[in-house]
């Protein structure tokens, strides 16, 4: 390996141990809903892609679930047709930043990231996204604030299986690291694409979807969006 190679794997490890997932405290930051309601949410990060956001939306479908997707503004504008149908099926559309960059939300100005972002969903569904979750979850308090003065929640999670993985875990080992962190409230972090992939055939994803929802729901859990589960408004006009 060479330095700079290291120097960029040790980043990332501190960010990770110091910045994600981000601690709570703030007031608008949460990694989980309410331990007392029977209720759990699905969450995809980084897409929208092609085919396998649309192969996911034919799952939900099929399983009468919502979700929320947390999409990253450039691949709304390569695929506002997918995220168009999301948010027609009853889907929450959340905010990604706009390239997936970690190093914007670490810088001590800027905003850019955010509000580009904004604008490429507003485009899209004639609303502005009001939750946002970071990129990798790296979350500083001057980007926390922000993000609270542009009117957004942050949102992060309690369960993150490896469905990020290439190659692709297959979905009953995804299933058996979800199942036992499941309680009520939690909300769990999966992906519909790599970040920046305008084309993504992943396929374990889905597939873990089709087979937690009968299971959670036969342990007497509802699946809901975010905005339900925390009691949060999912949108601003714009
Ligand atoms: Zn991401």
């Known amino acids: 390996m060479n330095v700079r190679a290291v120097v960029s794997k040790t980043i ?3 960010g990770n141990v110091l910045l994600s997932p981000p601690y709570g405290g703030f007031g608008y930051y949460y990694n989980h809903g309410p331990r007392t309601r029977r209720a759990v949410a699905f969450t995809f990060d980084d897409g929208p892609s092609r085919p396998c956001t649309e192969w996911l939306l034919d ?60 604008t490429a969903i507003s485009q899209v569904i004639g609303l502005r996204p009001r939750l946002y979750r970071p990129p990798w979850g790296w979350l500083t308090p001057w980007e926390g604030q922000r993000l609270h003065q542009r009117g957004y929640a942050v949102i992060g999670w309690d369960i993150y299986p490896d469905d990020w993985k290439v190659p692709e875990v297959p979905a009953e080992r995804l299933v058996a690291q979800i199942k036992p962190l499941i309680k009520p409230g939690s909300i769990i972090l999966m992906h519909d694409s790599v ?33 339900d589960l925390l009691g949060l408004p999912a949108y601003a006009r714009v």
């Open 195 to 227: 970040s920046n992939q305008i084309r993504w055939e992943k396929t374990e994803t889905a597939r873990a979807v089709r087979l937690l929802t009968p299971w959670l729901r036969d342990e007497g859990y509802e699946i809901v969006t975010i905005p």
């Open 59 to 118: 799952t939900l479908g099929e399983l009468g679930v919502k979700a929320t997707f947390f999409c990253v503004g450039l691949s709304v504008q390569w695929h506002p047709e997918v995220v168009q149908r999301a948010f027609a099926e009853g889907h929450v559309i959340g905010n990604h930043s706009m390239m997936h960059s970690r190093k914007a939300g670490l810088m001590l100005r800027g905003g850019a990231h955010i509000d580009e972002a904004t």
């Open 12 to 14: 990332d490890q501190v």
